[in-house]
């Protein structure tokens, strides 16, 4: 069974979640990527819409299998600059918005400045808005604070601030008594794990069964992630966040795998083969039916690729506002993905 190198695990971990990347805006992630895979001693390729696709030989190579997770986040864009100085927002993907009150923001122009702000309400004070507390927080109602002596729009403009900018959340990452607690833990812990169970087979020189493509997509969060696949991916286990709540039995502590989700069941015999090995392997797993959800999976098969899918992934509480998991949940996941690559 997997070693997991704990050490190396949360090092990437925290760097992954503190590292901003909200879909199409993922490429500096994506090139520190790059050099933690060389430094593995695997290939790393880009492709042209910014994913990123490790490979790594098998002991067969007449079948490829694809391994996937997503780096991009959910963030914002520079919608409008009020005339008061303030940054009106478009939403990338589709955070929890009243979570989004009050949170911290980087401002990232295009020429590379950055610039601090916060996410308020448009009645921010409680001493002056009868609405302060009632008032809808959608983006429409909201918008962000510079941490700049900005009076007007062109104060604004000045910085070099325009519409179109990206802006990324304060993921506020957390380590304390096991849980990881922050942001984008979809799908950034499971980006992690599969480096985790790289850092494994590289080190030990072990080769998975088969030739194994890892893809880390980039813009799973706006719908289109793994549309793409290199054509020789025959089957793909997506990982990303298990669900957690209502009748589903998956914990913070478990690996879920997920039997159908909003895009439909996913491939029966992947499916059962993988229930089976959480099973043999006395794995803490929960197999649930997510009810909001599509995966890279559901984006590959929608985009006609004729492959067998499946999805599994860490139990991950209060999804797309202020994520938690626990280690035990990753070491499950990467002892999953161990064992659909070796036994
Ligand atoms: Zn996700």
Redesign the pocket.
Known sequence: MIAVDVKYFYEKLEKLLTTPSPSGYTHEIMTEMEAWTQALGYAFEWTEKGTGIITIEGKDDSRTVGLSA?VDTLGAMVRSISSSGELNFTLVGGPIVPTLDSEYCTVHTRDGRSYTGTFLSTSPAVHVYKDASSKERTPDNMSIRLDEVVKSKDDVLKLGIAVGDFISIDPKTTFVNGFVKSRFI??KA?VACLFGVMKHLSENKIQPNFKTKVVISAF??VGHGASYLPSDIKEMLAV??GCIGLDLSCTEYDVSICAKDSSGPYDYQMTSRLIELAKANELSYAVDIYPFYG?DVSASLRAGHNIKGALIGPGVHASHGLERTHFKALENTMKLVYLYLTA
């Open positions: 997503h979809d799908d499971s799973e969060e990303d966040m995966s």
